[in-house]
């Protein structure tokens, strides 16, 4: 079974993409938000960009809770940024049952939905550092680029269609 990856930067709409995306196939949907350890979400609330040294334990987390999955048998849709390879590479975790979907677009399409946003902890301040931090997906990876600036219902679309 599938493990999908619905990837970018914050603001891009992975959450969103990733629920529709995970209710369409009947996976289960994991926010990778929801396992961040509580220093990081402070660290991101002070307006703080979060290092390689705090992404790391919050990446084994998340490929652990799709090992979890994997081995009760149930697909998951996953929402996390995972802007580098190193970090896909962490989330892949050698199994060749990951996909990538990488919502991409540009700063100008996707600062306005941050600065819309009510509740999250991610201020629309470090959109610029997401993007110097982001590392497209490269072929042998497998992913699947769409554009932001489709409607989320296409986005699902072209997904189901290229899975």
């Known amino acids: 079974m599938t493990r999908i990856v619905v990837m970018g930067v914050s603001g891009s709409g992975k959450s969103t993409i990733a629920a529709l995306l995970a209710e369409r196939l009947g996976f289960e949907y994991v926010d990778a938000d929801w396992l961040h350890p509580k220093a990081n979400v402070e660290k991101m609330q002070r307006g703080i960009p979060l290092e390689d040294e705090d992404r790391w ?3 084994r987390a998340i490929a652990a809770r799709m090992q979890e999955l994997r081995t009760s ?3 998951c849709v996953v929402a996390c ?3 580098k390879r190193a970090y ?4 892949r ?3 060749d049952d990951v996909r990538f979907v990488h919502l991409a677009g540009p700063a100008e399409a996707i600062a306005p939905r941050l600065s819309g946003r009510d509740g999250h902890f991610m201020p629309a301040t470090l959109l610029a550092s997401q993007f110097a931090a982001l590392e497209p997906p490269q072929p042998d990876e497998r992913a699947l680029a769409v554009s932001v600036e489709l409607a989320p219902g296409e986005i699902v679309e072209a997904v189901v269609t290229s899975l």
Do not use: F
Not at 88 to 91: A, P, T
């Open 57 to 59: 334990p919050w990446l």
């Open 88 to 91: 896909r590479d962490v989330l």
């Open 93 to 95: 975790d050698g199994h």
């Open 73 to 75: 048998g149930r697909g």
């Open 81 to 83: 940024s995972a802007l």
